[in-house]
């Protein structure tokens, strides 16, 4: 059973940057393509990206490209997101998830396996 465990939300000031851990525990990440959410108070989850564990390849949803990076350590069998240049709206709670396919979507039904989530928070 893969167990997604994300870490690393805090409270920021904008225009920091900060940088989120996805620790995979069960099988290593490079079986899966791996993906980053986010959810805002009353709000739907946002897909922000995916990196293919098997090619480091990646994409990223519109609302943050230029801004975000997906990367991972197969070592360490953490997947990270780093963010740059924050704003205000991006204070939500962040998902790390996991999909058996092999392709990236945004469609939160294809995704299989998820964290518990990590809040981020940025002042103005």
């Known amino acids: 059973q893969v167990q997604l465990v994300e870490s690393g939300g805090k409270l920021v000031q904008a225009g920091d940057s900060l940088r989120l851990s996805c620790e995979v525990t069960g099988r290593p990440f490079s079986v899966y393509v791996m993906g980053w959410f986010r959810q805002a108070s009353g709000k739907e989850r946002e897909y922000l990206g995916s990196?293919?564990?098997?090619?480091?390849?990646?994409s990223y949803g519109g609302s943050v490209e230029g801004r975000f990076t997906i990367s991972g350590d197969n070592a360490k069998n953490t997947v990270y997101l780093q963010m740059n240049d924050l704003r205000p709206e991006d204070t939500a709670v962040y998902y790390c998830?996991?999909?058996?396919?092999?392709?990236?979507?945004?469609?939160?039904?294809?995704?299989?396996?998820w964290g518990q989530g990590t809040q981020v928070t940025v002042s103005s």
């Open positions: 990196l293919s564990g098997r090619g480091g390849d990646t």
């Open positions: 998830a996991a999909t058996s396919l092999v392709f990236f979507s945004s469609n939160l039904a294809d995704w299989h396996y």
